[in-house]
């Protein structure tokens, strides 16, 4: 049986009408309207209006409410999405990308209707390129379908955010993951992308170089934008080779204060570990119902070292001596691939195990990230902030770089819990912001993170806008999300 989030929770006020989307002009739904039967004429059975599909491409699994567009368009090539784009910039029609919805801040909705481009039927893996240790995908293409396709030449792509997400919707929403300590973010492992813009016209950022000091770095300023400046139609991405030797573990600890005091050290001293997760107690007990772990219910650090055999057995040994001085004990290590799987797996699944703690709770799911030092201070101040509030919520967190995820349980009936989980969102963020961080590491802004930015980019958010507004005059491309104009 598929896996299923909880049931959407809203934070949004009494502005949010019942139908979804904000009340719109006569001209501006007369403007969809149209565009949608000439994208039927054009497009037959790959544009679909069906309520169920419009439900499912907004917000299937976050905690805002879903904002239907008005149709969904299917998408097989950079072509078709110019046509699509041009036509939505004719008529000033919303156009919001979408790959598997797996986004969590509400990047996929359409507060103001519109178009909802799936891409995942642009899946094709148009060229690898092994002797320069790079490819070039279609977006719709998942990071699991490209690692499948690259094992037999010895090659993997190293970002892994946990869900199958598309590699155009990983580069749009700069995502990160457990292996990022080591191999970076999207941000360092996308070397060039094609893209339509919001007047049609399609751009290719950068070539297969690994490096460039031509022009502006367009690549970066789509890296991360969320939709809101162009559909990314193809990404050229950076390839590892798959490791000699890899070597997992978990290391329980007999208090939070020492697993996060051992990531710190750990990165500090530069051993290369490749991924290092901290899972608090609540979550070791969810993993142990869901995934069938037997783990002991304390604090733990998940680790991986990738290398040559020598190389690891050096790093397995320095961790171990760091661990240890901070309460770490009874360390179980894996070699065995399979073994290696269902922990990771595990860790992954994270989303979905914490509801078994409170069966038929919503889930308020947000991250955020700070500079390395500063992680004991932050993840410390906010389990006792939980604790202060009465709230219950698990704690993991890709704590190499500093960058932790809270998955607040609660009931959407209760009005005063409700309100004690807003405030505690709006407080980790401005904490971690405080502390020269940010308030959201991987999750993105969306619409769920639009209220802090202004306290983390001051002036700063107004370059921003006037990119925005230079790129999409019109604000077609997914608006309202990251800002409002």
């Known amino acids: 049986m598929p896996r299923r989030m909880p049931a959407p929770f809203s934070m949004r006020g009494p502005d949010v009408m019942n139908d979804n989307k904000p009340m719109s002009s006569d001209n501006a739904v007369s403007s969809i309207a149209h565009a949608v039967e000439t ?282 001596q760091i661990a240890r001085d901070n309460g770490g004990r009874d360390f179980q290590w894996s070699t065995k691939p399979e073994e290696r799987t269902k922990l990771w797996q595990a860790r992954h699944d994270a989303a979905f195990s914490c509801m078994v703690l409170k069966p038929g709770a919503n889930v308020l799911p947000t991250d955020v990230c700070v500079p390395i030092s500063r992680l004991a201070e932050c993840v410390m101040e906010t389990k006792e902030d939980l604790a202060a509030r009465g709230l219950f919520g698990p704690i993991v967190g890709h704590v190499g770089d500093g960058n932790f995820h809270v998955a607040v349980l609660f009931d959407r009936n209760d009005a005063d819990e409700v309100k004690r989980v807003k405030a505690f969102s709006e407080a980790l963020a401005k904490r971690a912001i405080a502390m020269d961080g940010t308030c959201t590491g991987e999750h993105g802004v969306g619409q769920g993170k639009m209220a802090y930015l202004p306290a983390e980019f001051g002036d700063a958010l107004d370059f921003m806008r006037a990119v925005k507004r230079a790129i999409d005059p019109d604000n077609i491309m997914n608006p309202d999300k990251i800002f409002t104009l």
């Open 39 to 320: 994208l039927k004429a054009r497009f037959a059975e790959r544009v679909v209006t069906s309520e169920a599909l419009r439900k499912q491409h907004a917000n299937t699994m976050t905690w805002h409410l879903p904002q239907l567009p008005d149709a969904v368009v299917f998408a097989q090539s950079t072509a078709e999405v110019q046509e699509i784009v041009k036509l939505c910039a004719a008529h000033r029609v919303p156009l919001i990308p979408f790959g598997t919805g797996t986004s969590l801040e509400g990047q996929i909705n359409a507060p103001r209707g519109g178009i909802s481009l799936d891409v995942s039927q642009m899946n094709e893996i148009v060229a690898v390129h092994p002797g320069d240790l790079s490819c070039t995908v279609q977006a719709g293409v998942t990071r699991k379908q490209l690692n499948d396709y690259l094992r037999d030449q010895g090659l993997f792509f190293p970002i892994d955010p946990g869900a199958d997400a598309t590699l155009g919707g990983m580069a749009a929403t700069r995502a990160s993951g457990t292996n990022a300590v080591r191999y970076g973010t999207m941000r360092e492992n996308v070397l060039a992308l094609t893209a339509v813009m919001p007047d049609g016209r399609v751009i290719r950022t950068a070539g297969r170089a690994r490096k460039s000091a031509a022009g502006y770095d367009l690549t970066r300023l789509l890296v991360g934008s969320e939709g809101t400046l162009g559909v990314i139609t193809e990404v050229t991405l950076r390839l590892h080779g798959i490791p000699e030797a890899i070597a997992a573990a978990v290391c329980p600890f007999d208090a939070l204060q020492g697993a996060c005091d051992t990531a710190i050290a750990a990165i500090q001293i530069g051993i290369p570990i490749a991924r290092i997760e901290l899972v608090d107690e609540l979550q070791i007990k969810a993993c142990n119902i869901y995934s069938k772990l037997t783990l002991a219910e304390t604090p733990h650090l998940f680790v991986e070292f990738h290398g040559s055999q020598s190389a690891v057995d050096e790093q397995v040994a320095m961790f171990e």
